[in-house]
């Protein structure tokens, strides 16, 4: 699995859902989503994309189990965090009582996900540090 190519693809991916929205937002005139288009942008497109620019920059930080995790930490965090996000926005009464699971588990899986990202980056830098 190459991290950094799907890292990449994800981000650009999700950047576009991103702009797409704040562009239907924008046209529409219902803003009522602003928050979770900035949410998408960042945590999903930004994000996601710089994951991929260092696992390009550091390929022997992409191998293994850690950085497995983190992939899989980063992207079912999102997944979750995004729809919690438009329901809690739209206050939509039917998935109300999910609501507090949902972002609990989520908010906490994309905390973890930025935590294996740090532990990742500070692995590999500091073999940078050792050998140099």
Do not use: Q
């Amino acid at each position: 699995m190459n991290l950094s190519n799907i890292f990449l693809r994800l981000g650009a991916v999700i950047i576009l859902c991103g702009v797409s929205l704040g562009w239907w937002m924008g046209m529409s005139g219902h803003h009522e989503l602003g928050g979770l288009h900035v949410h998408v942008n960042l945590l999903g497109g930004v994000w996601m994309f710089l994951y991929g620019l260092f696992y390009r920059a550091e390929p022997a930080a992409g191998r293994g189990w850690l950085p497995t995790l983190h992939f899989w930490v980063a992207v079912i965090g999102f997944l979750i965090f995004m729809p919690s996000i438009a329901v809690l926005l739209l206050a939509y009464a039917p998935l109300m009582s999910l609501l507090g699971p949902a972002m609990g588990i989520s908010t906490s899986l994309v905390v973890l996900g930025m935590a294996l990202f740090a532990l990742i980056v500070f692995k590999a830098t500091a073999a940078k540090d050792a050998a140099a």
